[in-house]
């Protein structure tokens, strides 16, 4: 039951969280820049609620524990330091990744808690 709750944290957070680091990018909306944080820190914080999840329930992947646990690391990295890496004119690829290593995150939070589901079904 938890994975289910924590997965709609992913989703809905996941989602807003998305575009509103779009609306940042484009310079629409450059001051829901701390609700995009903010979005984001529950965004992981509900990916590793599935991770925990599948690594202490029974039928539950460790590998896939431990995947949820490294992309929401290095997603909430790569969100607070993306300023300072690769400054200048080709600054747009770490903006990129970011929002690819985003969308990873709700895959890998989707994944989890399907796999989850799952496991608690059979």
Known sequence: MIARY???VVTLGGILALLSGLTH????APGFLSMHMLLGYLTVAGLWTIG???AFSAGGSSPVAALAIVVGAFTIYLGMN???LLPG???WL???GHMVLGILTIGVGHMAAAR???GAAV
């Open 82 to 84: 993306q300023t300072v």
């Open 94 to 96: 770490i903006q990129l």
């Open 25 to 28: 990018w484009l310079g629409i």
């Open 89 to 91: 004119e080709n600054h």
């Open 6 to 8: 924590a997965s709609a």
């Open 116 to 118: 989850q589901r799952h």
């Open 52 to 54: 925990i999840a599948q």
